[in-house]
């Protein structure tokens, strides 16, 4: 009888193990942009921002974008056809690990004996190839993000004379008298070689609307206004986040997100190119960020009352030679 039970608790154990890793990513992805990165940087999508004070280490690449890989020339991150998909990456990710979880558990079988099927006779050895599957899944999830860091740090540092001098320049902070939390940047980036666009020097008056739109487009996100993120961000975002928000109604929940407040930011790179303007900034903001069920309001992750941090790296867009009025979030990216 003892037996029995420590075989089913053991069971058990192992399927919960291997449900939670599994759904790890899933579980991860609360706040707005869902981890990764989204948008579009015109021709620097590819490339990987310079580093800052702000956001030293590496940065997400684009999961999600518009851009064609290929477009433009310049560093990019890995190999081609890495860190880019219209959306759903997280399901495209989730599928092929557990087709990778399928294959090893049969190769294994094999080189054990047993047949290519062979090790799914019982429920044990169901609950083996679902704790591999998850483990692989876990596993090869922490190598991708480990490669891409590594690719994007190395092509930030190569062919970025630009870069120290962003790190180097004055904190977005109240010396510069650019208000609370931001301050001026270096001077423009020439950004990646081969590249299109000519650097540009934004003004205070442009990192009080990045810091504007850091609150503004949390807060239309938090309401699910579609019509207030049309006005803050470009059509290729919207597009994203509504898919997000379509996301958490389909599952009963909803995202709060209140008291945004940036903490310190600076600029990496900013350029004309064609007929807009780009500007890319590092940004370490505290906000509440909860999620909480939409028929009762019961918090399922996250407090109200105990705000976080996070460093993103956001890029707007506005047609060139416009005001700060006219600048748009284009791209989020999350650092490592």
Do not use: C
């Not at 922490?142 to 870069?163: D, H, I, M, V």
């Amino acid at each position: 009888m003892s037996r029995h039970w420590a075989f089913k608790s053991g069971a058990l154990k192992s399927l919960a193990l291997a449900a939670l890793l599994a759904f790890a990513p899933a579980l991860a992805e609360a706040k707005m942009g869902w981890g990764g990165g989204m948008g579009s940087r015109g021709s620097r999508t590819f490339s990987p921002p310079p580093v800052t004070r702000t956001a030293p280490g590496t940065v997400s690449p684009m999961d999600r974008t518009v851009t064609p890989r290929g477009t433009y020339g310049g560093p990019s991150w890995g190999a081609p056809g890495a860190g880019m998909a219209s959306s759903g990456s997280f399901g495209r990710g989730l599928m092929g690990g557990l087709a990778g979880g399928l294959l090893g558990a049969g190769l294994f079988g094999l080189l054990t004996g047993h047949g290519f099927f062979g090790g799914m006779g019982g429920f044990m050895s169901l609950i083996g190839l679902l704790l591999q599957i998850a483990l692989l899944v876990f596993l090869a999830r922490l190598a991708f993000n480990w490669f891409a860091g590594r690719n994007g740090a190395a092509a930030g540092a190569a062919g970025r004379p630009g870069a120290s001098m962003f790190a180097g320049g004055s904190a977005f902070g109240r010396r510069a008298g650019f208000g609370p939390g931001f301050g001026g940047g270096g001077a423009a980036s020439p950004g990646p070689s081969g590249s299109q666009g000519a650097p540009i020097r934004p003004t205070k008056e442009d990192f009080d609307a990045f810091e504007r739109l850091l609150g503004e487009t949390q807060a239309a996100y938090s309401r699910e206004d579609g019509a207030g993120l049309r006005r803050l961000a470009t059509p290729e975002m919207v597009r994203y986040l509504e898919e997000e928000l379509a996301t958490n109604r389909a599952k009963g929940v909803v995202n709060r997100i209140s008291d945004v407040k940036l903490l310190q930011g600076d600029l990496s790179e900013a350029w004309r190119e064609g007929a807009d303007e780009y500007a890319t900034v590092a940004m370490r903001f505290a906000l509440a960020d909860v999620t909480e069920d939409r028929a009762t309001g019961k918090v399922v992750s996250g407090s109200a009352t105990q705000p976080t941090q996070s460093t993103e790296v956001w890029t707007f867009r506005r047609p060139a030679g416009a005001g700060p009025e006219a600048w748009k979030l284009s791209a989020i990216q999350h650092t490592a």
